[in-house]
C-alpha cells in the first residue's frame, strides 16, 4: 500500500517568508509524528499528534513553528518567519496508534533557508 | 529523560565482514527499542524493534540485535556484509510510548 508522503520535497525559501509542510499519513493511521533533522542537532522530535489533536508539542522550537491537522489525516507544519537555522530535513512519519507500533517515516523536505 | 548513545559517527568494514554498530541506552522505564537504516536522500527505514519478550531480535535484511539490560545496549549486527548495506543507521529508544528519541547515528562503509 501507499507509504507517508510528504510535500513538497526541495523547498528554498528567503529568510523572512512564511513555508507550510504537508504530511499525509498511511490511511487508517492515527498518530502522526513530526521530527527535524539537522547537521548539527541531528533527529529531534518536534511534535505528536494523536487524531486531530496534539498531546506533545514539546519539541517545537519556538513559536513560529506550529501544526495542525485536519480530519484525522494529512497534517501541516507551518515554519513562520523563516531562520536560516531552519534550514533542515523535515520528516513525517505516522503509526496505527499510540504506543510501541513502529513508526513508518515519509521522505522528508528539504527545507533551505536563504 | 531516555536518551541513546552511538559509539562512532563512522565504521569501515570490509564486504563480508561482520557488522557491528553500537547504541546504548539510558532509561528510567523498560525501554522499546529500535534501529532504522536511512539511504540517501530517503526517509528512515525500519531494520527492527525490541519491545518485550526474546532478547534477541531478527530483522530485515540479515540484521538482528540483543537486548541487554545489564548492559544497557542493543548493539546491531550483521554476520557478512553487502555492499547495499552502506548507509546511515539510528538507534531510538520509544519515549512514553510516544516520540522516538534518536542517537546521532552511524554511518556505515563498505568497501570491496
Known amino acids: 500500500g501507499a507509504g507517508v508522503s510528504q510535500s513538497p520535497s526541495n523547498k528554498v525559501t528567503e529568510k523572512g517568508k512564511d513555508v507550510e509542510l504537508r504530511c499525509d499519513p498511511i490511511s487508517g493511521h492515527t498518530a502522526l509524528y513530526w521530527y527535524r533533522q539537522s547537521l548539527g542537532q541531528g533527529l529531534e522530535f518536534l511534535i505528536y499528534?494523536?487524531?486531530?489533536?496534539?498531546?506533545?508539542k514539546s519539541g517545537l522550537p519556538s513559536d513560529r513553528f506550529s501544526a495542525e491537522r485536519t480530519g484525522g489525516s494529512v497534517s501541516t507544519l507551518t515554519i513562520q518567519r523563516t531562520q536560516q537555522e531552519d534550514s533542515a530535513v523535515y520528516l513525517c512519519?505516522?503509526?496505527?496508534?499510540?504506543?510501541?507500533?513502529?513508526?513508518?517515516f515519509g521522505p522528508g523536505t528539504r527545507l533551505t533557508v536563504t | 529523560a531516555q536518551s541513546v548513545t552511538q559509539l562512532g559517527s563512522h565504521v569501515s568494514v570490509s564486504e563480508g565482514a561482520l557488522v557491528l554498530l553500537r547504541c546504548n541506552y539510558s532509561?528510567?522505564?523498560?525501554?522499546?527499542l529500535f534501529w532504522y537504516v536511512q539511504y540517501p536522500n530517503q526517509g528512515l527505514q525500519l531494520l527492527l524493534k525490541?519491545?518485550?519478550?526474546?532478547?534477541l531480535v531478527k530483522g530485515i535484511n540479515g540484521f538482528e540485535a540483543e537486548f541487554k539490560k545489564s548492559e544497557t545496549s542493543f548493539h546491531l549486527t550483521k554476520p557478512s556484509a553487502h555492499m547495499s548495506d552502506a548507509a546511515e543507521y539510528f538507534c531510538a529508544v520509544s519515549e512514553g510510548f510516544q516520540k522516538l528519541v534518536f542517537g546521532t547515528g552511524t554511518r556505515l562503509l563498505v568497501s570491496p
Open positions: 525490541y519491545t518485550t519478550g526474546a532478547t
Open positions: 532509561s528510567s522505564v523498560p525501554p522499546y
Open positions: 499528534f494523536q487524531g486531530n489533536s496534539a498531546p506533545d
Open positions: 512519519a505516522s503509526s496505527r496508534a499510540r504506543g510501541f507500533y513502529e513508526q513508518y
